[in-house]
C-alpha cells in the first residue's frame, strides 16, 4: 500500500511539473499577442502574478512570519532586480529576433549558475562539468545562426541575440541567489520578486495599455499563468521528483517553445540552429546528470 500511494504520488508530481513546462513554453506567444512592448509586459506579469502568489500564499499559510525574515526579504529583493531585468532582457530579445532563437539562447542559464558557484561560492565543479558547459555554449552559438549574421548582418537580429544571452547571464545569476535564500520559503520568495518588478517598472509601463481590449486577457494570463500557476506547480513538484527527471523534463520547455514558433508564427529552424537545439540539450543533461564520456556512451546507446 505504501508503494502504490508513493508511485501515485511520483506520477501526479510528474504530471504537473509536465503541465508546468507546457505552460511556461507559451510566455513569449503571451507577450506578442499582448502587442506591448518588454518593460509594459513584464510590470504586468509582475503584477497579476505578484496578487495571484499573495492571495495563494495567504491561502495557504506560506507567508506566515515573513516580515520577520529579513535575509530573505533582503535577497529576494537583490535576485528580484535581477529576475526582473532577465524578463525584460528576454522578451526585447524575443521581438528582435524569435520567440524559438531567444529561447534557445536563453537556455546557458544553467552553465552560468554552474560557472558562478564555482567561481563565486567555489563549489566544486569537475572537469567533465566544463567539458559539457562549453559543448552548451557551442549550442548557443549554432542556434543563434552564425552563418545568417555572416552573411546578412541584421542590426536588430544581432541585438536580439545579444539581449537574450543577457537574459541568460541574469537568470542563472538571480536562481543561484535564490536558491541560497529560498530553500524553505520559494513561495515567499517568488512573490517578493514579482513585487519588486512592480516597483521597478511602475514608471516605464507604457500608458497606451489603458484602455479596454483583448490585450488584458494576455497581460493577466502572463501574470497569473506563467508567474503564479505555473511557480505553484513547479515547486510543489520539485520536492516529489528526482533530480534526473527535473532536468530531463525542463527540456519540454524549448521544444514546445519551438513547435509554438514554428506553427502560430511560421519561424522554422535551419540545420546548423538544429544541431545547435541537440548540443544544448546534451550540455545541459551532461552537467545535470553527471555524465562522463563513457556514461553518455552507454545512455545513448540504451536509447
Not at 62 to 75: E, M, N, S, T
Not at 79 to 98: E, Y
Not at 155 to 181: D, E, H, K, N, W
Not at 206 to 219: D, K, R
Amino acid at each position: 500500500m505504501p508503494d502504490t500511494s508513493i508511485s501515485r504520488d511520483s506520477r501526479t508530481a510528474l504530471a504537473s511539473l509536465f503541465f508546468a513546462e507546457i505552460l511556461i513554453s507559451s510566455v513569449g506567444v503571451f507577450v506578442h499577442e499582448s502587442g506591448q512592448d518588454a518593460m509594459t509586459a513584464v510590470f504586468y506579469r509582475c503584477l497579476f502574478g505578484g496578487l495571484f502568489l499573495l492571495i495563494w500564499g495567504l491561502a495557504r499559510g506560506h507567508l506566515q512570519g515573513l516580515l520577520q525574515d529579513r535575509a530573505l526579504i533582503r535577497g529576494a529583493i537583490l535576485s528580484g532586480v535581477l529576475l526582473v531585468l532577465n524578463w525584460v532582457c528576454l522578451f526585447a530579445g524575443m521581438a528582435r529576433s524569435s520567440i524559438g532563437v531567444a529561447t534557445m539562447v536563453y537556455h546557458f542559464f544553467p552553465f552560468v549558475m554552474l560557472l558562478l558557484a564555482a567561481l563565486v561560492q567555489g563549489e566544486r565543479t569537475r572537469p567533465m562539468d566544463l567539458m559539457w558547459t562549453l559543448v552548451g555554449f557551442v549550442g548557443v552559438a549554432c542556434a543563434a545562426d552564425p552563418v545568417r549574421m555572416w552573411h546578412n548582418v541584421d542590426t536588430s537580429y544581432l541585438v536580439g541575440i545579444a539581449l537574450a544571452f543577457l537574459a541568460a547571464l541574469l537568470c542563472g545569476t538571480s536562481l543561484l541567489m535564490s536558491r541560497q535564500i529560498g530553500k524553505q520559503r520559494p513561495f515567499a520568495l517568488a512573490m517578493i520578486q514579482c513585487w519588486v518588478g512592480v516597483l521597478m517598472l511602475g514608471w516605464f509601463s507604457s500608458a497606451s495599455v489603458l484602455h479596454w481590449g483583448t490585450h488584458w486577457l494576455w497581460l493577466a494570463g502572463l501574470g497569473v499563468i506563467h508567474s503564479g500557476i505555473v511557480y505553484v506547480l513547479f515547486y510543489s513538484s520539485y520536492p516529489r521528483l528526482p533530480v534526473v527527471t527535473i532536468a530531463v523534463m525542463a527540456f519540454v520547455y524549448p521544444l514546445m517553445t519551438l513547435l509554438l514558433d514554428y506553427v502560430l508564427y511560421g519561424h522554422r529552424l535551419v540545420v546548423l540552429q538544429m544541431l545547435g537545439l541537440v548540443l544544448i540539450l546534451l550540455g545541459t543533461l551532461g552537467v545535470n546528470l553527471k555524465w562522463t564520456l563513457g556514461s553518455a556512451r552507454e545512455s545513448n546507446a540504451c536509447a
